[in-house]
C-alpha cells in the first residue's frame, strides 16, 4: 500500500493550463480504470472532481479533465482560475477492496 | 439530500480507544459501499477502511490493521470505526465517504487527537 507519487506543487497563471501526474503501478493505477481526484482545502471535506479516470461530476467545469496512459493517471486545468487554488489528491483501486491516494500537490495560481 | 455528518472525536490518550460514527441521511445507506479517509496535521489524505454494502467484505490500511475495525449497522445507517491502542501517528481529521462515482459525498470530519 505505497502512497501514489504526485508533484508536490504546481503553478500557473490565470487562463494557463497545468497538469498533475499521477504514478502508481500495474497494481493500482494501471491495473484499474478506477482512478479518482479530489480538490481539497483547508477546513473543508475533500470534493471529488473526476472519477474513473476521466468522468466528470455535474457541477464541475469543463476546464477539469482526467487520463491515463499505463501506471500513470493525470489531472489536467484548462484555463485555470484563481478559485481552482488548492490541494489535489489522486486515488486508485488497488485491488481486494482497497483504496490508495497520492500525496497531495498544492496548485498556486499566480 | 445526501448527509453523513462524524461524530466521536475527541482527545485520547495513548493505548486507549475510541469509536467513531458517521450518521448517513437522504439515501439508500445499505445500498453503498462506505470508507473512512483521514488527514494528519500537515499531512495528505490516507484511505483507512472500507466496507462493502452488505458489510460482509471489509478491509483495513496496513497502518490500522488489527487495531481498528470499520463496521455498519444498516438499520441504523450508520457507519462506524472502532480505534484501539491509539498511537500519536493517528491523531487526524478523519472522514467517512460514500463510494459512488468516485468518493462522491463526504463528512465534514471529525479530529481524534492522541495525546498523553
Not at chain 2, 461524530?7 to 473512512?36: D, E, I, K, N
Not at chain 2, 457507519?79 to 478523519?94: F, K
Given at each position: 500500500?505505497?502512497?501514489?507519487?504526485?508533484?508536490?506543487?504546481?503553478?500557473?497563471?490565470?487562463?494557463?493550463?497545468?497538469?498533475?501526474?499521477?504514478?502508481?503501478?500495474?497494481?493500482?493505477?494501471?491495473?484499474?480504470?478506477?482512478?479518482?481526484?479530489?480538490?481539497?482545502?483547508?477546513?473543508?471535506?475533500?470534493?471529488?472532481?473526476?472519477?474513473?479516470?476521466?468522468?466528470?461530476?455535474?457541477?464541475?467545469?469543463?476546464?477539469?479533465?482526467?487520463?491515463?496512459?499505463?501506471?500513470?493517471?493525470?489531472?489536467?486545468?484548462?484555463?485555470?482560475?484563481?478559485?481552482?487554488?488548492?490541494?489535489?489528491?489522486?486515488?486508485?483501486?488497488?485491488?481486494?477492496?482497497?483504496?490508495?491516494?497520492?500525496?497531495?500537490?498544492?496548485?498556486?495560481?499566480? | 439530500?445526501?448527509q453523513l455528518v462524524?461524530?466521536?472525536?475527541?482527545?485520547?490518550?495513548?493505548?486507549?480507544?475510541?469509536?467513531?460514527?458517521c450518521?448517513a441521511?437522504?439515501?439508500?445507506?445499505?445500498?453503498?459501499?462506505?470508507?473512512?479517509?483521514?488527514?494528519?496535521?500537515?499531512?495528505?489524505?490516507?484511505?483507512?477502511?472500507?466496507?462493502?454494502?452488505?458489510?460482509?467484505?471489509?478491509?483495513?490500511?496496513?497502518?490500522?490493521?488489527?487495531?481498528?475495525?470499520?463496521?455498519?449497522?444498516?438499520?441504523?445507517?450508520?457507519?462506524?470505526?472502532?480505534?484501539?491502542?491509539?498511537?500519536?501517528?493517528?491523531?487526524?481529521?478523519?472522514?467517512c465517504?460514500?463510494?459512488?462515482?468516485?468518493?462522491?459525498y463526504?463528512g465534514?470530519?471529525?479530529?481524534?487527537?492522541?495525546?498523553?
Amino acid at each position: 500500500q505505497s502512497a501514489l507519487t504526485q508533484p508536490r506543487s504546481v503553478s500557473g497563471s490565470p487562463g494557463q493550463s497545468v497538469t498533475i501526474s499521477c504514478i502508481g503501478t500495474s497494481s493500482d493505477v494501471g491495473g484499474y480504470n478506477y482512478v479518482s481526484w479530489y480538490q481539497k482545502n483547508p477546513g473543508k471535506a475533500p470534493k471529488v472532481m473526476i472519477y474513473d479516470v476521466s468522468q466528470r461530476p455535474s457541477g464541475v467545469p469543463d476546464r477539469f479533465s482526467g487520463s491515463k496512459s499505463g501506471n500513470t493517471a493525470s489531472l489536467t486545468i484548462s484555463g485555470l482560475q484563481a478559485e481552482d487554488e488548492g490541494d489535489y489528491y489522486c486515488c486508485s483501486y488497488a485491488g481486494s477492496s482497497t483504496l490508495v491516494f497520492g500525496g497531495g500537490t498544492k496548485v498556486t495560481v499566480l | 439530500q445526501v448527509q453523513l455528518v462524524e461524530s466521536g472525536g475527541g482527545m485520547v490518550q495513548p493505548g486507549r480507544s475510541l469509536r467513531l460514527s458517521c450518521a448517513a441521511s437522504g439515501f439508500t445507506f445499505s445500498s453503498y459501499r462506505m470508507h473512512w479517509v483521514r488527514q494528519a496535521p500537515g499531512s495528505g489524505l490516507e484511505w483507512v477502511a472500507g466496507i462493502s454494502f452488505d458489510g460482509s467484505i471489509e478491509n483495513h490500511a496496513d497502518s490500522v490493521k488489527g487495531r481498528f475495525t470499520i463496521s455498519r449497522d444498516n438499520s441504523k445507517d450508520t457507519l462506524y470505526l472502532q480505534m484501539n491502542s491509539l498511537r500519536a501517528e493517528d491523531t487526524a481529521v478523519y472522514y467517512c465517504a460514500r463510494d459512488y462515482l468516485g468518493l462522491g459525498y463526504w463528512g465534514q470530519g471529525t479530529l481524534v487527537t492522541v495525546s498523553s
